[in-house]
Every structure is written in C-alpha cells, then in structure tokens.
C-alpha cells in the first residue's frame, strides 16, 4: 500500500533493502531520489487517509493481535 501510494518499484525496492540493509536515513534518501516518486503534499495526505481509514478482516486482525 504505501511503496504504490509513493510510486515506488516494489521489487526494486525490495532489493535495495535487502542488499544494503540502509538505515532509516539512507532509505529516506534513496527513496526522495527514485524516479516517479510522489513525495508531494497532497499525495501524502492521501496515502495517510487510506492507511488511517484501513481496516483487516476480523480474523485478520485476530491474528495480528494474538501474534503481539
């Protein structure tokens, strides 16, 4: 949900992680630095609003609470 609502590559962002292992800093920054990427206000607020209003499954959120 989040690497779409950025416009970031799923699995090119994947492996940027999983071969640099970066720290919270370095990911912001490559991240700002992708092509296509919607970092602007109005994109973010909408990104927010989707995650703010998401909901599991009551099974889904089950498992999720039971797993923490």
Not at 51 to 68: C, E, N, P
Request: aromatic share 8%; net charge positive.
């Amino acid at each position: 949900m989040v690497l779409d609502g950025l416009g970031l590559d799923r699995q090119k962002t994947l492996d940027y992680i999983k071969n640099n292992r970066p720290t919270y800093g370095q990911f912001e920054n490559w991240v700002k630095q992708q092509p296509g990427v919607k970092l602007d206000k109005a994109n973010v607020e909408k990104l927010n609003s989707s995650i703010r209003g998401y909901l599991h499954a009551d099974d889904t959120r089950k498992g999720i609470l039971s797993a923490a």
